[in-house]
Nanobody, 115 residues
Protein backbone atom coordinates (compact mmCIF):
# COMPACT_ATOMS: atom_id res chain seq x y z
CA UNK A 1 0.00 0.00 0.00
CA UNK A 2 1.03 3.58 -0.69
CA UNK A 3 -0.16 6.61 1.23
CA UNK A 4 0.06 10.15 -0.11
CA UNK A 5 -0.47 13.15 2.15
CA UNK A 6 -0.49 16.79 1.05
CA UNK A 7 -0.09 19.89 3.19
CA UNK A 8 0.43 23.61 2.80
CA UNK A 9 -2.71 24.90 1.15
CA UNK A 10 -4.57 27.97 2.32
CA UNK A 11 -5.86 31.43 1.50
CA UNK A 12 -3.54 34.01 -0.03
CA UNK A 13 -3.92 37.32 -1.81
CA UNK A 14 -3.13 37.68 -5.49
CA UNK A 15 0.60 38.12 -5.99
CA UNK A 16 1.40 36.10 -2.89
CA UNK A 17 3.16 32.78 -2.44
CA UNK A 18 2.42 29.36 -1.01
CA UNK A 19 4.45 26.17 -0.70
CA UNK A 20 2.78 22.79 -0.94
CA UNK A 21 4.34 19.60 0.37
CA UNK A 22 3.49 16.00 -0.32
CA UNK A 23 4.89 12.94 1.41
CA UNK A 24 4.50 9.43 0.06
CA UNK A 25 4.96 6.39 2.29
CA UNK A 26 4.63 2.65 2.05
CA UNK A 27 6.05 0.58 -0.81
CA UNK A 28 7.81 3.29 -2.81
CA UNK A 29 10.08 2.34 -5.68
CA UNK A 30 13.18 4.38 -6.42
CA UNK A 31 12.04 5.05 -10.00
CA UNK A 32 8.84 7.06 -10.06
CA UNK A 33 7.20 10.29 -11.10
CA UNK A 34 5.68 12.61 -8.52
CA UNK A 35 3.54 15.53 -9.40
CA UNK A 36 0.84 18.05 -8.69
CA UNK A 37 -2.53 18.32 -10.35
CA UNK A 38 -5.39 20.71 -9.64
CA UNK A 39 -9.13 20.82 -10.08
CA UNK A 40 -11.16 23.99 -10.01
CA UNK A 41 -14.94 23.95 -9.48
CA UNK A 42 -16.72 22.79 -12.63
CA UNK A 43 -13.47 21.92 -14.40
CA UNK A 44 -11.52 18.78 -15.08
CA UNK A 45 -8.42 17.88 -13.14
CA UNK A 46 -5.33 19.20 -14.89
CA UNK A 47 -1.60 18.74 -14.64
CA UNK A 48 0.33 21.48 -12.86
CA UNK A 49 3.86 20.07 -12.68
CA UNK A 50 5.61 16.72 -12.48
CA UNK A 51 9.13 15.64 -11.61
CA UNK A 52 10.86 12.33 -12.19
CA UNK A 53 13.07 10.58 -9.67
CA UNK A 54 16.07 11.72 -11.76
CA UNK A 55 14.97 15.35 -11.62
CA UNK A 56 13.33 15.91 -14.99
CA UNK A 57 10.42 18.34 -14.83
CA UNK A 58 7.38 19.33 -16.86
CA UNK A 59 5.05 22.28 -16.22
CA UNK A 60 1.71 23.44 -17.47
CA UNK A 61 2.11 26.53 -19.62
CA UNK A 62 -0.11 28.50 -17.24
CA UNK A 63 2.34 28.12 -14.34
CA UNK A 64 5.72 28.28 -16.09
CA UNK A 65 7.93 30.93 -14.54
CA UNK A 66 5.75 31.17 -11.42
CA UNK A 67 5.73 27.65 -9.93
CA UNK A 68 8.69 25.43 -9.13
CA UNK A 69 8.50 21.72 -8.39
CA UNK A 70 11.23 19.95 -6.43
CA UNK A 71 11.68 16.72 -4.53
CA UNK A 72 13.64 15.01 -1.81
CA UNK A 73 14.12 11.38 -2.85
CA UNK A 74 15.39 10.34 0.57
CA UNK A 75 12.09 11.49 2.09
CA UNK A 76 9.82 10.53 -0.84
CA UNK A 77 8.56 14.10 -0.69
CA UNK A 78 7.67 16.53 -3.44
CA UNK A 79 7.22 20.28 -3.10
CA UNK A 80 5.47 22.94 -5.14
CA UNK A 81 6.62 26.52 -4.62
CA UNK A 82 3.93 28.81 -5.99
CA UNK A 83 4.78 32.48 -6.53
CA UNK A 84 2.89 35.35 -8.12
CA UNK A 85 -0.37 33.56 -7.46
CA UNK A 86 -3.45 34.56 -9.44
CA UNK A 87 -7.15 34.08 -8.67
CA UNK A 88 -7.30 31.56 -11.50
CA UNK A 89 -4.89 29.35 -9.54
CA UNK A 90 -7.69 28.72 -7.05
CA UNK A 91 -8.35 24.98 -6.95
CA UNK A 92 -7.93 21.81 -4.98
CA UNK A 93 -4.37 20.65 -5.51
CA UNK A 94 -3.72 16.91 -5.60
CA UNK A 95 -0.42 15.09 -5.28
CA UNK A 96 0.24 11.98 -7.32
CA UNK A 97 2.94 9.34 -7.40
CA UNK A 98 3.23 7.11 -10.45
CA UNK A 99 5.39 4.02 -10.18
CA UNK A 100 5.58 0.40 -11.27
CA UNK A 101 2.82 -0.71 -8.90
CA UNK A 102 0.36 1.95 -9.98
CA UNK A 103 -0.81 5.52 -9.53
CA UNK A 104 -1.68 6.93 -6.12
CA UNK A 105 -3.42 10.16 -5.14
CA UNK A 106 -3.61 12.25 -2.03
CA UNK A 107 -6.81 13.66 -0.62
CA UNK A 108 -6.11 17.15 -1.94
CA UNK A 109 -5.43 20.53 -0.37
CA UNK A 110 -7.38 23.70 -1.08
CA UNK A 111 -5.59 26.74 -2.47
CA UNK A 112 -7.64 29.93 -2.64
CA UNK A 113 -6.27 33.13 -4.17
CA UNK A 114 -8.25 36.28 -3.50
CA UNK A 115 -8.20 39.25 -5.87
Amino acid sequence: QVQVVESGGGLVQAGGSLRLSCAASGEIFSINVMGWYRQAPGKQRELVAVITSSGGTNYADSVKGRFTISRDNAKNTVYLQMNSLKPEDTAVYYCNILQRLGSYWGQGTQVTVSS
